[in-house]
């Protein structure tokens, strides 16, 4: 689970990519009252596959800030 907090209003958005820089999945959420946002992913693509085992980056759009983390999946 990847959790944001202190989000002001609007729209959450994380975008999962690979190591390639492909956009993998794309979920998208509302923020909560209290400013806080949770994104949960399956490892799985925008297709419904599982992903691969390897690295991934996560990348956390809000109307205030963009941030990215460096994922690692292992099966």
């Given at each position: 689970?990847?959790?944001?907090?202190?989000?002001?209003?609007?729209?959450?958005?994380?975008?999962?990519?690979?190591?390639?820089?492909?956009l993998v999945k794309?979920?998208?959420?509302?923020?909560?009252?209290?400013?806080?946002?949770?994104?949960?992913?399956?490892?799985?693509?925008?297709?419904?596959?599982?992903?691969?085992?390897?690295?991934?980056?996560?990348?956390?759009?809000?109307?205030?800030?963009?941030?990215?983390?460096?994922?690692?999946?292992?099966?």
């Open positions: 689970m990847i959790t944001l907090n202190h989000v002001k209003g609007g729209e959450a958005c994380l975008e999962i990519y690979d190591i390639t820089g492909r794309k979920l998208q959420q509302g923020v909560e009252t209290n400013g806080r946002v949770n994104f949960v992913w399956d490892a799985t693509d925008n297709s419904g596959n599982k992903v691969s085992s390897g690295v991934y980056f996560a990348k956390a759009l809000t109307p205030q800030d963009v941030k990215t983390v460096k994922l690692l999946y292992l099966k």
